[in-house]
């Protein structure tokens, strides 16, 4: 435990546990921030939880809002790094292209939908050549696309 000095403030990880002291006298603000960091892959599945949650919503612009974060995310990754859950993260990246692709048709946004389509095909051409072509995500961005 430690006061800080009057005017200072404190920034930490949000997965580490934290309380204020009760105030005795004068007033307290609270300033809360939230950062996103485009270096961790949980990051980036998080993004995407959420735009589930918006889609199941109706609320197609926030979806979008949060796939392309998660896309920004991934592409920091270096999968390599992943060991032998690194495919398994690529392919799950990698498709959700064609769902950014959907709902931008979906918004009306014609050219983005086109570029995103391109990206999408690029993406599961690449995953043809790199992967067996049997993984489940792989089968079914296929067959639906």
Known sequence: RSALPKGHSLLHAGNIWHAGQAVT???RYVLALFFHSTLAPNHAKRFEERAKEF???SQRQEALQELEFS???CAEIDYDELGPHGIKT????ELLWGLVCILRLREG???EA???EATFSEAIRFLKF???GA???MVNAEKNW
């Open 130 to 132: 790199h992967g067996d």
């Open 135 to 137: 993984h489940p995500w």
């Open 25 to 27: 006298k004068g007033t």
């Open 55 to 57: 889609i199941a919503l």
């Open 90 to 93: 690529r392919y799950r990246h």
């Open 114 to 116: 086109e570029r995103s």
């Open 109 to 111: 946004k014609l050219a």
């Open 71 to 73: 896309l920004r995310a």
